[in-house]
C-alpha cells in the first residue's frame, strides 16, 4: 500500500506538470523549459493560471529549495507577465523551512488543492439534473463560457480569460471540453483530455447562482463518457479545489496528495 501511495503521488504531480504545461505550449508565445527540480510551462498571456512554475522533484534540503525558488522567481519576473509555483506538498519538506524560504523570496500560498484519482466513477448518488443541455466546446461562443465561468468562480477578470483560454488557439479535437445550459445560460463547464495513459480533468466552475444542483457532476461524467468513448481510457486524474473536492468524493475520486499553489507579492 505505500508504494502503490508512493507512485500515485509520483503520478499526480507528473499530471499537472504535463497538462498546465501543454495548456502553456498551446500559445504562439508559449515556452516550457524543464530544469533542475523545477519545470516551467509559460503561456505568454496575462492568465496567470497557464503561467506555472511546478516543482519537479522532491527537495532535498533547504538549500535545494532555495534555489529551486531563485530560479522560479528569476523566471517568473523575466516574463514580465503574472505567474504561479505549484507543489506537491509532500516534496518540500520541512513545512517551517518552506514558510521561511517562500516568504523570503516573497511567494505566498494562494490557494491548496488536492490530487485525486478513480479508476471507475461511483454511479450518481442523486438523480442527475434533467434541465440542462450540454455542448461540446467547438465554437466561440462555448469557448467564451467554459473561459467566463472559470474567470467568475476564481474571482478574476473576464477579459484575462479570453485572452487565453477563451481562444480558439487552445483548442483541439484532443480537448473533450463541454459547457451546461440551462434555459440558454451557461451554468457550468469542465475540460477532459488524455495524458500519459489517463483522463486529466480541470476547469471546472459553476455559475455562483447555480451551485449545488449537480450541475458540474453532470457536466463531468458526460466529458469523461466522451473522452473514454474516444480513447479507451477509464483511470482520471484531477487537482481538486477545496470547493469541488466533496462532489469529486462523492463520484469516487480518491485523494492522495495536497498540493498547494504560491503567488509572488
Not at 473576464?158 to 488557439?169: F, T
Not at 469542465?190 to 483522463?199: M, N, S, V, W
Request: some cysteine; charged content about 20%.
Amino acid at each position: 500500500m505505500h508504494h502503490q501511495q508512493r507512485d500515485e503521488i509520483v503520478e499526480s504531480a507528473d499530471q499537472i506538470i504535463r497538462m498546465w504545461t501543454t495548456f502553456a505550449s498551446r500559445f504562439p508565445g508559449g515556452t516550457v523549459e524543464a530544469l533542475p527540480g523545477i519545470t516551467v510551462g509559460f503561456s505568454g498571456t496575462p492568465l496567470p493560471f497557464v503561467n506555472v512554475v511546478h516543482l519537479s522533484s522532491p527537495v532535498r534540503d533547504r538549500d535545494d529549495l532555495a534555489e529551486r525558488c531563485r530560479v522560479a522567481v528569476a523566471r517568473g519576473k523575466a516574463s514580465g507577465r503574472p505567474w504561479l509555483f505549484s507543489a506537491c506538498d509532500a516534496w518540500l519538506g520541512d513545512p517551517a523551512v518552506v514558510s521561511e524560504v517562500f516568504s523570503g523570496m516573497g511567494l505566498n500560498r494562494l490557494l491548496s488543492m488536492t490530487g485525486m484519482v478513480t479508476d471507475a466513477l461511483l454511479p450518481p448518488q442523486r438523480p442527475l439534473p434533467t434541465d440542462l443541455v450540454i455542448r461540446r466546446v467547438n465554437d466561440e461562443e462555448t469557448r467564451h463560457a467554459l473561459s467566463d465561468l472559470n474567470m467568475r468562480s476564481y474571482e478574476l477578470p473576464i477579459e484575462l480569460g479570453r485572452e487565453a483560454s477563451a481562444r480558439e488557439v487552445f483548442w483541439d479535437a484532443s480537448f473533450y471540453g463541454h459547457v451546461g445550459y440551462v434555459g440558454g445560460e451557461a451554468v457550468s463547464c469542465t475540460l477532459t483530455a488524455p495524458i500519459d495513459g489517463c483522463l486529466y480533468v480541470s476547469w471546472v466552475a459553476t455559475h455562483p447562482d447555480h451551485r449545488r444542483r449537480g450541475y458540474a457532476e453532470a457536466v463531468m461524467r458526460h466529458s469523461l463518457e466522451e473522452a473514454a468513448a474516444a480513447t479507451g481510457l477509464r483511470r482520471t486524474v484531477l487537482h481538486a479545489s477545496e470547493m469541488g473536492r466533496p462532489v469529486y468524493e462523492a463520484m469516487g475520486y480518491r485523494p492522495v496528495a495536497a498540493f498547494t499553489w504560491f503567488a509572488l507579492g
